[in-house]
């Protein structure tokens, strides 16, 4: 929590005024018992009306300053509160953005949406409420104690006794509280995750009649949260009633000593009133820091989770290459690739080695979990190899910047991902300044040209969050287009035809290989049909390439490529049979 603090920088002159305006509310306010004490010994004991009056003006008039400091303390914190939040979720987001897909998959997308919003809302709040009462509860009890002193010094030694068993209390229980806390952001972050993924899942949960199961699941995971809930609540409810019990000992002990140096002669009734008071001030100031603490627990525990982000730094340094040599030999070359993922037990890529050269398509096929999704994801660097090198036009993928590689690379990712707005909003992602002849012509080629037609306002009909508005077919076809819209050197369909039928799926292979500018083509597919054409077939099986070249080449020499063919096209099977 501590490191977050360097993005209160910019906002030092409001995070120094918001606690001098409550000090100077607090001077106020200390002053009233001393004025109360003047107001009884000098004006109700000597029945001085005047005088009264005088004190009740005086009393008005630092009721008045004290709400005027006290309404610039709160400006001032809530702008340094505001700008810091501001700063920090600013910040995160960049961060998260130099994240690779593997810190990306460590950290939870649930998770990350937790530390931007309700962590990020709970440490706002939290240094609203520092910058505007932490100091306050200080300056009041130890500017009771002071006053004390100034009235009567045998009094004041109740205070000097009363107030380190206070703080002794208070901060043990908070020290007790925050790890405790941090466990309850966890126990929030699963029910969080479970929560998201039966929204995600619900039709699925209703297909497969989940619904007591799934809410049974989730009670469990809420009652864990509860329970230790519970357990903190329990910790910080004795900070109230023990402060209670100390600071009323100590009130009547005060009034017990005071009644007798009234007797005695030594204090006045004006000066007991008045210590009754600061005592008092610093009951009330004490419970008000003991709920302080409860927040400021809950706070720095958020911080910490947030801090854990910054601190999770990515494996990959980003390249310094702007543009690749263009040496025209091979646009993608991989060599003795291997890739791991954090935390997975067998390596996801063995030792990948081929060449493909410029305007060629490459096709990549093999069975669920062979590994096709990781090897094209290494071209754009999305996760890093783990041996051997990647070189896109001739350079190595780590020399690149993230920018200077991903606009030579375009992607169509496995599953298609479509934002809130218009077609042309979300195309114009593939590039900034596209016209519309641009965008229609990506359109054609992916066979999206009579979806968008087809739809009220064109290119600007609205989708909804998620394309929840398009088929999946549609969706896909979009993002294919938005993947051409960029115009790069390098095209990746990652199994992006998966819900278009054979005829789409033919039409689209058609359009692709007649288009002007020959990208070079990464097909990844799960049907022979779509990329028996390509110019290179890989072949991979349990992260091995276990056979290389074009489809005929293949069925002669590749029994793993021959088993998926044949078991897509049965009566070619059989006649070869026969």
Known sequence: MKKLLVYLKNYKKESLLGPFFKLVEVIFELMVPIVMASLIDKGIGMHDREYILKMFATLILFGV??????????????KA???????????????????????????????????????MNQVQTGVNITLRLLLRSPFVVFGAMIMAFTIDVQAALIFVVTIPVLFIVIFGIMLFCIPKYRKVQEKLDRVLSTTRENLEGTRVIRAFCKEEEEIKIFGLYNEDLTNIQKKVGCISALMNPVTYIIINIAIAILIWNGAIR???????????????????????ELIKLANLIISITKTIACGNRIQSVFETSSDMEEGRETAGKSKNESMVEFRNVSMQYQGGGEAALENISFAAKPGQVIGIIGGTGSGKSSL???????????????LVDGENVKSYTYAALRTKVSTCLQKAVLFHGTIRENLLW????A???????????????DVVESKDGGLDYMIEQGGKNLSGGQKQRLTIARALVQDADVLILDDSSSALDYATDAA????????????????????TSSIQHADCILVLEDGKLVGKGKHEELLESCDVYKEIY???????AMENGK
């Open 81 to 119: 509160a505001t700008g810091f939040a501001k700063e920090v979720k600013h910040a995160l987001f960049e961060h998260i953005q130099t994240l690779s897909f593997a810190e990306m998959d460590k950290l939870g997308v649930s998770s990350l949406i937790t530390r931007m919003t309700s962590d």
């Open 508 to 527: 689209l292979r058609i359009a692709l290989a007649k288009m002007e500018k020959k990208m070079t083509i990464f097909m990844v597919s799960q049907r």
């Open 65 to 78: 300053c004290g709400l005027a400091a006290s309404i610039s303390a709160q400006y001032f914190a809530a």
């Open 566 to 572: 044949y078991s897509q096209f049965k009566k070619e």
């Open 435 to 449: 016209t519309d002849a641009e965008l229609w012509e990506a359109l054609s080629i992916a066979q999206a040209k």
């Open 262 to 284: 009234v007797a005695a002669g030594v204090l006045t009734q004006g000066a007991v009133v008045a210590l009754y008071n600061y005592m008092s001030q610093i009951l009330v």
């Open 376 to 390: 094209v994801n290494l071209i754009p660097r999305f996760y890093e190899a783990t041996e051997g090198e990647v």
């Open 430 to 433: 593939g590039k900034k300044d």
